[in-house]
């Protein structure tokens, strides 16, 4: 399976910017995506962004587009999501996770292995 380790989240001010980071390891099926959930408190997980690691194919929820861009460094082994215009409703810790497929990307049944989450604070 591939790990995944978050890291890049901290406190910013509404209209903020972050840059969170997925450092990937391990072995993958030849379709495996990267994906970004967040979870604020007393919420469920919910699908950020994700994205294909052969392809470079992307996919976001549609509140998010404009704001968030997820991209890969292949020769580095990582993902990042990039998030502008932080509001605080962005708030939340955020995992990034592993799926050995590009079907069902939404749904965090899809991903074999998942992050701690890293911790996105946004002051309003």
């Known amino acids: 399976q591939v790990q995944v380790v978050e890291s890049g989240g901290g406190l910013v001010q509404a209209g903020g910017s972050l840059r969170l980071s997925c450092a990937a390891s391990g072995r993958s099926s030849s379709n495996y995506a990267l994906g970004w959930f967040r979870q604020a408190p007393g919420k469920g997980r919910e699908f950020v962004a994700a994205?294909?690691?052969?392809?470079?194919?992307?996919w976001y929820v549609d509140s998010m587009k404009g704001r968030f861009t997820i991209t890969r460094d292949t020769a580095k082994n990582t993902v990042y999501l990039q998030m502008n215009s932080l509001m605080s409703e962005d708030t939340a810790v955020y995992y990034c996770?592993?799926?050995?497929?590009?079907?069902?990307?939404?749904?965090?049944?899809?991903?074999?292995?998942w992050g701690q989450g890293t911790q996105v604070t946004v002051s309003s």
């Open positions: 996770a592993a799926s050995p497929r590009t079907l069902g990307l939404r749904i965090p049944a899809t991903y074999e292995s």
């Open positions: 994205i294909s690691w052969n392809g470079d194919v992307t």
